[in-house]
């Protein structure tokens, strides 16, 4: 069981910046990723790490302005979020999945381990 805590999330202004991270209670699984929910909305995938590799997978919606990377000896994994805007405003989850092959991403059935989440609020 890996247990996963998200940390970083804060209440910020439009335009500024915030570094999520999520650290792993050990570093074992192929694939981190970082989610958001909304209130009233379904919860959506934003980018994917490869742990061997470092290859990394961020989603059209924010590929300008957020950025994932990793922290191995930390069992770290971060999520830098640049320019924010209102519409960023959810709490952020972090997500682990063992093994790798095909699957689908954003699927949330695809992650084994779930974070308890970090709230990020955004004024304008």
């Known amino acids: 069981q890996v247990q996963l805590v998200e940390s970083g999330g804060d209440s910020v202004q439009a335009g500024g910046s915030l570094r999520l991270s999520c650290v792993a209670s050990?570093?074992?699984?192929?694939?981190t990723a970082w989610f958001r929910q909304a209130p009233g909305k379904e919860r959506e995938g934003l980018a994917h790490i490869f742990a061997p590799s470092g290859e990394t997978y961020v989603d059209d919606s924010v590929r300008d302005r957020f950025a994932i990377s990793q922290d191995k000896a930390k069992k770290t994994v971060y999520l830098q979020m640049n320019n924010l805007k209102p519409e960023d405003t959810a709490m952020y989850y972090c997500?682990?999945?063992?093994?790798?092959?095909?699957?689908?991403?954003?699927?949330?059935?695809?992650?084994?381990?779930w974070g308890q989440g970090t709230q990020v609020t955004v004024s304008s």
């Open positions: 050990e570093y074992s699984s192929k694939y």
């Open positions: 997500a682990a999945r063992q093994t790798g092959g095909s699957f689908s991403t954003w699927r949330t059935s695809s992650w084994d381990f």
